[in-house]
């Protein structure tokens, strides 16, 4: 018998740990957008510099890109790191529900409706 029961959802699993109740939810994957970093001019509020102008470097403008970001990214979950540190174990039986419900095509679309596509 399992220590562990699951609740699957579309992008996520909720799990709850038998012997006390523990219980976390866990999404198939990490998605988050990364924008580009720009130039900016100072954000002055009532007279007050709420936030000092970037150094503008020859040829740059405020709102020119300073670093381009990665756009959305996904990250897959370390499952080792990501169950250790809400159960304080790494159960195998448990790992492999999650490994094998999250797949590669539910990512895809999870990505695709992050992205509002």
Known sequence: MSKYTTTKNEYSIDVMRLSDNHASGFMCSNVFHE???IYRDAVIVDGETITPADTLPDGKKFGDVKTV??????????WDTVLQATFGEVDAD???????YFTTDLKA?????????
Not at 69 to 78: A, K, S
Not at 94 to 100: A, C, G, P, V, Y
């Open 35 to 37: 924008p580009d970093d």
């Open 69 to 78: 970001g990665r756009g959305w990214v996904q990250e897959d979950w370390n």
């Open 94 to 100: 448990l790992k492999k529900e999650l490994t094998d």
């Open 109 to 117: 679309k999870y990505l695709a409706k992050e992205k509002g596509e």
